[in-house]
């Protein structure tokens, strides 16, 4: 009994409880093992399944797997990478909306101090001057200026017409009247007046020694220095004057002799419109999607 304890110190029951413990070892080793190679196994399948995955333009994402540059140089290649993926729910940046290259340029706007001349000779008797945004005689682009804003009708009154062949006079004098319609807002200063009032919606002046039996206003002549002004605008504050801006405009004449097929000479004006101002001036830097411009805001910080 001695010796056999001296060959084996273990009893039965330790032995079967060794044998019991290595047993579980086993099978938790088999366990971890069987659980390694199937977490290797899902790894292995989705690289695969991303290397494989295309977007519809074609484009992959293969550059989230490689290694991470420096802050300057990563971020040139993630938005240049980015530019031809398609939206995943992320905030990108708008581009600017294409101008259009038919809408006009600042070299196309007016300039005041610009003047136009008109002249009715021959057979022409009649000129319409039409002021207005994109459309008429003089285009100014201008968010404060409506199509057809002014209308200016010149009409020349025959002076001879009516009299009789035998009896026309040494020199004859062309009469004309002015016929003036507006669709915006506009204020007028007749010569030698300081008075400036809005217009009204249609005004005729003529231009003629003799007052005019309907009462309409009469001049001689338009001088340079005393002219028929107009404002135009858009919005007229409660003191009658425009609050984002005006143009200016003035409408003056000068007499110039011609003759007749008789031989008669003629005293003839010719009608000279002038840009005198824009207040406050053009803002260039504002151009909207109609290819307008809107005045400078005169309190907007610089």
């Known amino acids: ?10 009893s039965i029951d330790q032995v079967k409880a060794l044998e019991d413990k290595v047993n579980s070892y086993e099978t938790w080793i088999f366990f971890l093992v069987f659980v390694s190679a199937a977490l290797a196994l899902i790894v292995i399948f989705q690289r695969l399944t991303i290397n494989k995955m295309k977007f519809k333009d074609g484009s992959d994402i293969k550059y989230y797997n490689k290694p991470i540059k420096p802050k300057a140089e990563s971020e040139k290649k993630v938005n240049k990478d980015l530019d031809t993926l398609p939206d995943i729910n992320t905030i990108t940046q708008t581009t600017p909306t294409h101008i259009n290259d038919n809408n006009p340029k600042p ?17 022409t008797t009649e000129k319409i001057i039409t002021i207005g945004q994109k459309e008429g005689t003089i285009k100014t682009f201008s968010t404060e200026i409506v199509d057809h804003h002014l209308t200016i009708m010149i009409r020349a009154l025959d ?8 009896d026309l006079p040494e020199k004859i004098v062309e009469k004309y009247v ?3 319609r507006r669709e915006g807002k506009a204020l007028i200063v007749m010569p030698f007046s300081k008075e400036v009032r ?4 249609r005004e005729r002046v003529y231009l003629q020694d003799q007052p005019d039996e309907a009462g309409d206003p009469n001049y001689p002549s338009l001088e340079h220095n005393q002219p028929i002004r107009f404002r135009l605008g858009d ?8 609050r984002a801006g005006y143009f200016e405009f003035h409408l003056y004449t000068k007499d110039i002799e011609s003759k007749t097929k008789a031989g008669i000479p003629k005293i003839e004006k010719q009608f000279f419109l002038r840009l005198y101002k824009i207040y406050p001036g053009y803002d260039t830097a504002k151009q909207n999607s109609d290819g307008l411009f809107p005045m400078i805001d005169p309190f907007a910080k610089a």
């Open 1 to 10: 009994m001695f010796l056999a304890q001296l060959i084996n110190p273990y």
């Open 107 to 123: 070299k196309d706007l007016p300039d005041p101090g610009l003047i136009f001349k008109y002249t009715l000779s021959g057979e």
């Open 159 to 166: 002076a001879s017409r009516g009299q009789d062949i035998y």
């Open 178 to 180: 002015l016929d003036f």
């Open 198 to 201: 809005e217009m009204g919606s």
């Open 235 to 242: 919005r007229l504050s409660q003191e009658g004057k425009f």
